[in-house]
């Protein structure tokens, strides 16, 4: 499936392409914070198809292809520091909503989802709150929300907020900086997959202006801890040891959170996912999903209707 746009209703549409065989079991990958679908690799995601999966991947709003939500005011450093925004300000609740309206409009009833960093709040929230949608959750580099867990420091967010450059040059660039702010040590930035990427995002759209709102989507939702609680999906949680962006305690609380998850610490890894982490990470996934599926068709078959179960029997 090539990329293409879906309308998602509340004046939203989504660009979202899948991968693989549709009958497969299907997983949606949710990507982060002012980072467009692509960063979802497609050698990444082939891995998974690979491994027997259909993959969906998509830009969540104010990224990409999607809708740029310009009614919405830009977050001045106060707001973000006060965590203290516009009414007009939507809120992660809101990208969630999003996400299932596109599994709607893929005709996916129940899926596996993937989030990485603010891609996982969203995914969480998913889980939370729309369990029936969800057959197993992943929660890569992301936290609960809690600001005494895998919080960002102040000093990140210029960086975060700050404008590239004019032009292909700096907008690299700045992709670079960020990169070597936050991302694995071990990864150069001048890898050519990294600038394969960095490229591809400029020429399908370099606006800068939706990583402050998504930003300020993020601080408005607050704690999501207590809601995690309510999570029922099985559920792996997989963070770096290097991350700069969302410490490792935020993956800690997040499996901590949520019953009987699974945590996966991956050494070197920081806030991207860089080839050499692909192993492991795509290993935990696809293993993870197998295991749900499994666990899924051994449910369906103790719930199915039995001669000695009149109570079940129509």
Not at 151 to 173: C, E, M, N, S, W
Request: charged share 25%; glycine share 8%; aromatic share 4%.
């Amino acid at each position: 499936m090539s990329e293409r746009l879906y309308d998602v209703g509340r004046g939203v549409t989504l660009c979202a392409e899948g991968f693989g065989d549709p009958a497969d079991p299907p997983l949606l990958l949710v990507m982060g914070l002012g980072m467009q679908m692509i960063r979802w690799h497609a050698s990444f995601v082939r891995e998974l198809t690979d491994r027997g999966l259909y993959v969906i991947r998509f830009d969540n709003r104010d990224s990409g292809r999607s809708t740029f939500m310009k009614d919405v005011p830009l977050p001045t450093l106060r707001q973000l520091a006060t965590r203290r925004f516009d009414p007009r300000q939507y809120l992660l609740a809101d990208m969630a909503r999003d996400t299932v309206a596109l599994l709607d409009a893929l005709n996916l009833d129940r899926v596996h989802i993937a989030g990485a960093s603010m891609g996982g709040m969203i995914a969480q929230t998913i889980a939370a709150e729309q369990p029936r949608r969800v057959r197993s959750l992943t929660s890569i580099m992301s936290n609960t929300g809690s600001r005494f867990s895998g919080q960002p420091a102040l000093k990140t967010y210029p960086l975060l907020l700050r404008r590239a450059a004019p032009g292909r040059d700096g907008y690299i660039a700045h992709q670079v900086a960020l990169h070597d702010a936050i991302g694995s040590p071990g990864s150069p930035a001048d890898d050519p997959l990294f600038r394969e990427i960095a490229e591809c995002s400029y020429d399908r759209n370099p606006d800068p202006t939706g990583t402050p709102r998504q930003l300020a989507a993020v601080l408005a939702s607050g704690d999501r801890t207590r809601a995690l609680h309510r999570v029922s999906a099985p559920t792996l949680v997989i963070h770096g040891d290097a991350d700069r962006m969302i410490s490792i305690s935020g993956g800690r609380a997040t499996a901590r959170a949520i019953p009987d998850s699974e945590l996966v610490v991956v050494p070197g890894m920081g806030h991207d996912l860089p080839r050499g982490v692909w192993p492991e990470v795509i290993g935990a996934l696809a293993h993870h999903v197998r295991a749900a599926e499994r666990a899924g068709r051994a449910g369906r078959a103790n719930d199915a209707p039995t001669r000695s179960d009149p109570a079940r029997s129509v």
